[in-house]
Nanobody, 123 residues
Framework: QVQLVESGGGLVQAGGSLRLFCAAS??????????MGWFRQAPGKEREFVAA????????TYADSVKGRFIISRDNAKNTVYLEMNRLAAEDTAVYYC??????????????WGQGTQVTVSS
């Protein structure tokens, strides 16, 4: 099993920045998890892909809506993935979820999910 715990969410003004953290643990993590990603879900909307990164750190991918503003990174020694969010806008308001799995995909088909952390951007 793999456990994911997000943190770092909060309230920020438009144009500001936040950094999200996702700490991973579990007996299966090292053997199973090849990719970690971030998704978000706003009220009344479907969960959408934000960014993902290969465990090796060599491959990353971003949604067009956040490209150039968000940066995903990971520290394998700490089993932690980060999402640096810059130039935040009201439309970035959502619950942000960390996900882990074997295949890099933009679909919400990852095997493991965190409980989510709220990000609210005030205009």
């Amino acid at each position: 099993q793999v456990q994911l715990v997000e943190s770092g969410g909060g309230l920020v003004q438009a144009g500001g920045s936040l950094r999200l953290f996702c700490a991973a643990s579990g007996r299966s993590f090292s053997a199973y998890v090849m990719v970690m990603g971030w998704f978000r879900q706003a009220p009344g909307k479907e969960r959408e892909f934000v960014a993902a990164i290969m465990r090796s750190g060599a491959g990353t991918t971003y949604a067009d809506s956040v490209k150039g503003r968000f940066i995903i990174s990971r520290d394998n020694a700490k089993n932690t993935v980060y999402l640096e969010m810059n130039r935040l806008a009201a439309e970035d308001t959502a619950v942000y979820y960390c996900a882990a799995g074997q295949l890099l995909t933009t679909k919400a088909t990852y095997n493991y999910w965190g409980q989510g952390t709220q990000v609210t951007v005030s205009s």
